[in-house]
């Protein structure tokens, strides 16, 4: 029975190690296509955020000078 749990041991290990083996970092078409997709829309998210804030400091420049020319 020893030398059945021996050949058990060493199928498993070289089921692990396959299975390891496996795991490398390939990347695919479609895994470099995401990444780039995700890229594009961080950097939209950001010009949109510039954008925006841009938006309302002219709105409030606006607003002040309004507000100023309604004072006098």
Not at 17 to 24: H, L, P, Q, R, T
Not at 37 to 62: H, L, N, V
Request: proline letters at 0%.
């Amino acid at each position: 029975m020893n030398w059945m749990k021996k050949v058990i041991y060493a199928l498993c290990l070289v089921a692990v190690m396959a299975v390891v083996s496996g795991c490398e970092d390939n990347e695919g078409a479609g895994e470099k296509l995401g990444k780039q997709f995700d890229q594009a829309m961080e950097q939209a998210k950001d010009k949109m955020d510039e954008m925006s804030g841009q938006a309302k400091d002219k709105a409030r420049e606006a607003l002040d000078k309004a507000k100023e020319s309604l004072d006098n």
